[in-house]
């Protein structure tokens, strides 16, 4: 799979049609212009609606659906890669090993608690089919050996389960999107019968939630990217992030421009609880990471934070902006009034910044056949995280940051 699915769905509010792309998590209705948040706390479930839901020898096959990037320390360097694939969650005879439609047709639905049909129970885990799909890219060759993996991490963009619809006619196996024929099954209807399935009201989908865009503090509509997943209200200034009880305020502070700023972008400062290593203060992060710096006194009790972009950037950007930030250790202020500042959207959350710390840590570190054996070993938990506005002025065509030696395309931001 290598395309984007589109998702489609009634508007909550008028009940329109409206579709966006697999990654969104703010939808705009183009009726009633109202916007939402989709909001789940798992892994979002779809469904391939099938031309013919009547069938009585329906049945849906679950898909794991995975985009993103996939980190991995090996000797003696960081590695990145897109993983972009799609495998079965369930196996049964006949069944296609890939959705293999066509996505830029065919529109994915939210399974609700009330969608009918049958669903097949997932018998692998997200985690082991993450594993299985990395194991058939590497055996394809694209990425090279499989060399010894320190630490690795999936930094997931789109993480899901599609349902599509299958049927068995006299024991002949058909796609139930398209009503074609796929071949001879050993399967007979009355097998279906003892399959293990649940309604999606049994727990074969997620709830889902939309929850309008309105600012909580002051009641203004959130203007933000489709792919925003934390907003800051134009006209009051407070940031906020969808829950299971709805919007909820999140704080953040702000590094003080000189005037010349365009922009401020957000990322979360993380101060981590660590086993395995040493990491409180500033200085032992530069005899950690063998910094060429010599250590000052006043480091040994200065505290040590981990800096991550708070924005979607691929994945070698990332790691240069977390980087140069937490080498930096620049020092944020609260922020009472925006005074016209334009804040980009953040795109990801605090737990998923907190996947890549590792990561950064052993990107960071200049002794890297030292650390890198270590890193198995190695935790850092959050202890507690903070959003910090960090400004950018203009520079051509890249956004920059003078003080931080930080530097972007501004239209990895949509500038
Ligand atoms: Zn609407
Ligand atoms: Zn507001």
Known sequence: MTLTWQVEHA???????????????????PYCRVGYYIHAREAHRYYLPPKNPRHK?????????????????????????????????????????????????LKLKFLMPETPGRFLVPDIDFNQALTLMEERVNALGHFGKTETNFAGTYFGEIVSLIYAPYYIDNGILYDGVLDMYLGSTSMTAEDLEHLPVRTAREGAG????????????????????????????????????????GLSRVAYELIPGNGQEEIYLPFWRIAVQTLGIELTSYADFVRLTNLPRVIRPEWEDLPFFFWTPAFKCHANLFLRLARNVTVAQPKSQAIDHLDGKKMGDAHINLETASESLKISLANICQA????????????????????????????????????????????????
């Open 57 to 105: 020898n329906l049945f849906f096959v679950p898909y794991w659906r995975f985009k993103g990037d996939v980190y991995a320390c090996r000797p003696f360097k960081i590695t990145t890669h897109i993983l972009d694939a799609g495998m079965p969650a369930a196996s049964l005879d006949g069944v296609p090993s890939s959705l293999g439609l066509r996505p830029q047709v």
């Open 206 to 245: 997620v709830e889902v939630r939309f929850i309008p865009a309105i600012c909580p503090h002051c009641g203004w509509n959130l203007e933000a990217s489709p792919e925003s997943l934390i907003t800051v209200c134009h006209h009051c200034g407070v940031a906020s992030q969808s829950t299971d009880t």
């Open 11 to 29: 508007c909550p509010q008028c009940g329109a049609p409206v579709s966006g792309d697999e990654a969104d998590q703010l939808l705009i209705c």
């Open 368 to 415: 890297k056949r030292v650390l890198f054996p270590k890193l198995p070993e190695i935790s850092l938990t959050i202890d507690q995280g903070i959003m910090v506005f960090i400004p950018f002025e203009s520079l051509g065509r890249e956004l920059v940051d003078r003080d931080l030696k930080l530097s972007l395309d501004r239209k990895i931001v949509g500038l």
